[in-house]
């Protein structure tokens, strides 16, 4: 568990920074952005540290930078904001026709697109993501609020007719709920932020929008696009203290939509805060503890390979990750073989390395708390099998693959977030169905395996016990066409490009008696476009 000497270059120099990636100086954020102003502040501010360390910083994690540690005041001012922007729904922005709400959507898009280079840098740097993730996290935001455009459009066309129906006139279209807080998670601090933050937006929701803990600065590009991009107001963001900004915010009654990607404890805090439960909508990502199923004759190629990188992409930080796997006792020795065998080719390194999957880690603590869960399992019996399993040096640290784990082990039910990957075997499928049935998480599973009659009879329970059965796949959140939720306590409501849309909003209806005085009504409202929503427009 110490640090070995193969892994003393895994730091470099600074002047061995490709000129492409490298921060020419640290990028000191003062600005946040409220009712439209890009405001300056002259406060404290937050140091802001990379998990990359270099060999002439003393082997030291890089500064990057700070951003502003704001006050209540400021998330009152920032409330009240939303509150106007958003004006009972009375305001400019979810007065607007649908196709006007889209087209700033579109604008911002091509904004955001010009800081691509930026962000994707800050990326690395901030949270270690690697090159080609970064890239890919960016890029994939772009298609989301694209398909996300697409998919209103489809669903304005739906309902842009009128339907009659035991003498009434009636057009069902959705409306906006209110003011959103959007909070979105380190690993994905772009994607999964904007794939609630773009659907609350382009429903007719006013926005209040604190970024990660770590993550903070790559959103600083983009605040003049959100600035020119909507109208004053919509758009709001706070920095700081979580307990000190949003408490004020849940506590005032004020907020209609809490958009939470985190922990399960973190929500259940932010929600009963709120003063009137009834009136809160939340959308709730939260933890998850994925399993992988290998059953005795499953194909070991796809499995191994599934697994691992199920198991280690970005570390293992991801919700969807693979973070525990039951093999069948019969092949549970050349599973093992084989596994080991994939980790040993891992390439680790800095983020912009051509191919590297384990890089450094961004949170404060982690590889001391993965550290304890190791020592955790080992007192209870499981052993560290692979080669250089759990070597740290400082922020970094090599995939530990922990074999046999049982249930009194803290890494048998905990989330571990990180490159750890307890394995344990199983006799009888009803042992790992078992555990399901008795976790608090219920996102997702793989099962590996070619026996169509025992695959068909899991997949009939396990559809009862979590929201996605991977068949000779890993655990995963797109397309982002598909529904991406959880039960228990894995999520709360649903996410993809189309069920977030009606996740931030709600069904409304106009009804007419049908009379001629009535038909008149409606024909001249219709014809003179006098209305936004009682409207048959068809968006092209």
Request: proline share 5%; hydrophobic share 35%; with cysteine.
């Amino acid at each position: 568990m110490q640090t070995n000497k193969k892994f003393d270059t895994v730091y470099i120099n600074k002047n061995e920074i490709p000129k492409e990636y490298s921060l020419e100086s640290q990028l000191v954020q003062d600005e946040y952005l409220i009712d439209g102003t890009i405001k300056h502040w002259k406060g404290a501010k937050q140091d802001v540290y990379s998990p990359i360390c270099l060999k002439d910083n003393d082997n030291k994690q890089v500064k990057l930078g700070s951003y502003p540690i704001l006050t209540q005041n400021e998330a009152q001012l920032a409330l009240d904001s939303a509150v106007g922007a958003y004006n009972y729904g009375m305001g400019e922005w979810p007065q607007m026709k649908v196709s006007q709400r889209i087209k700033a959507v579109e604008n911002f898009t091509f904004k955001m697109l010009e800081k691509r280079d930026e962000v994707v840098n800050l990326l690395m740097w901030e949270i270690g993501k690697p090159l080609k993730d970064s890239q890919k996290e960016f890029d994939r935001t772009v298609e989301y609020i694209k398909d996300t455009i697409e998919a209103l459009k489809e669903l304005d066309r739906k309902n842009s007719q009128l339907e009659i129906e035991s003498g009434l006139y009636a057009q069902i279209k959705r409306s906006p709920l209110g003011v959103t807080l959007c909070m979105g998670p380190f690993n994905y601090p772009l994607n999964e932020t904007f794939t609630t933050l773009i659907p609350a937006l382009i429903m007719g929701n006013s926005v209040i929008f604190k970024p990660p803990k770590f993550g903070v600065l790559l959103h600083k590009p983009l605040l003049e696009a959100f600035r020119d991009s909507f109208p004053k107001g919509v758009v709001n963001t706070l920095y700081g203290s979580g307990e000190e900004l949003l408490t004020p915010l849940m506590k005032s009654g004020k907020i209609d939509v809490l958009a939470f990607i985190g922990s399960s404890k973190v929500a259940a805090t932010l929600e009963h805060h709120h003063p009137k439960l009834n009136r809160l909508r939340s959308v709730l990502s939260l933890e998850a503890k994925n399993a992988g199923i290998i059953m005795p004759d499953a194909n070991l190629e796809i499995a191994v390979n599934e697994c691992v990188t199920g198991s280690l992409s970005y570390n293992g930080q991801r919700c969807t990750a693979l973070k525990i796997l039951f093999v069948h006792e019969n092949i549970v020795g050349s599973f093992l073989e084989q596994f080991n065998a994939k980790i040993d080719e891992i390439k680790f390194g800095m983020p912009w390395d051509k191919d590297v999957q384990i890089t450094p880690l961004p949170e404060k603590n982690k590889t001391q708390y993965l550290k304890d869960l190791i020592d955790d399992a080992t007192k209870k019996g499981a052993k560290v099998i692979n080669k250089n399993g759990g070597t740290i040096k400082n922020t970094f640290m090599f995939p530990a693959v922990l074999y046999p784990v049982n249930k009194d082990m803290r890494v048998y039910e905990e989330e571990q977030f990180g490159p750890v990957v307890p394995i344990l075997t199983y006799k009888n499928i009803e042992e790992p169905m078992k555990y399901l049935m008795e976790s608090n998480y219920g996102q997702q599973v793989s099962v590996f395996g070619n026996n169509s009659d025992e695959i068909a009879k899991m997949i009939d329970s396990l559809v009862n016990l979590v929201s996605r059965v991977n068949i000779n796949a890993q655990c995963q959140r797109g397309p982002d066409i598909f529904p991406f939720t959880g039960r228990k306590d894995s999520a709360q409501s649903t996410l993809s490009v189309s069920d977030a849309l009606r996740a931030f909003s709600i069904r409304s209806m106009v009804a007419i008696k049908e009379s001629p005085e009535n038909k008149e009504i409606v024909s001249s409202i219709l014809r003179d476009h006098k209305s936004n929503f009682l409207s048959t427009d068809f968006i092209l």
